[in-house]
């Protein structure tokens, strides 16, 4: 899940995330970026049920060493997390809460592309009911951000499978074990 840092409602992602529960059972897994706002609500939910780490994934950010490590590409640190969070997860859904969504810029529109471009189906919530939301897709964001963030995901697409064709995949006629 992703969403504003400034999202007001922290029940209703609770109430999705109830929605969810009722849906997937043990099979729901939560990923969230350990943000405020959205993040922290789905944080504290997941706390709350007792979810650990098999089922609650989090990859926060420490803004501040982004900006000591490279002052001028610090902010390539979240769309980076993005990508490592659809890489390593593989969600099987996104759901986006935001009441300010702009398909040009900010993170969680970043993650929805992201998941969008990977096939990944995205629910975007607008505000407090949980009902009302619509599909998001790729069509609607411009089509130049989408083409940098398509190159993105394909050059991380190529370096996971190079690393994972280095360590040999488990199973793999090229595993050396």
Request: glycine share 10%; net charge positive.
């Amino acid at each position: 899940m992703c969403g504003s840092r400034r999202w007001p409602w922290p029940h209703t992602v609770e109430a999705v995330l109830d929605r969810l529960t009722a849906r997937y059972g043990q099979g729901l897994v939560v990923i969230e970026g350990a943000a405020t706002g959205a993040d922290r609500a789905a944080h504290g939910w997941c706390r709350r049920h007792g979810l650990g780490e098999g089922r609650h994934r989090c990859y926060p950010m420490d803004w501040s060493a982004e900006k000591r490590s490279r002052p001028d590409r610090w902010r390539m640190a979240g769309p980076e997390r993005n990508t490592r969070m659809l890489l390593n997860e593989q969600p099987r859904l996104v759901i986006a809460f935001h009441d300010h969504f702009n398909p040009s810029s900010g993170g969680t529109s970043d993650m929805a592309l992201r998941a969008a471009l990977s096939q990944v189906p995205v629910w975007l919530v607008p505000g407090p009911d949980v009902t009302v939301g619509t599909w998001m897709r790729p069509g609607i964001f411009p089509a130049d951000r989408s083409r940098r963030v398509a190159a993105e995901l394909r050059a991380a697409q190529g370096r996971q499978s190079r690393a994972q064709d280095h360590l040999g995949v488990p199973g793999d006629s090229r595993d050396p074990s």
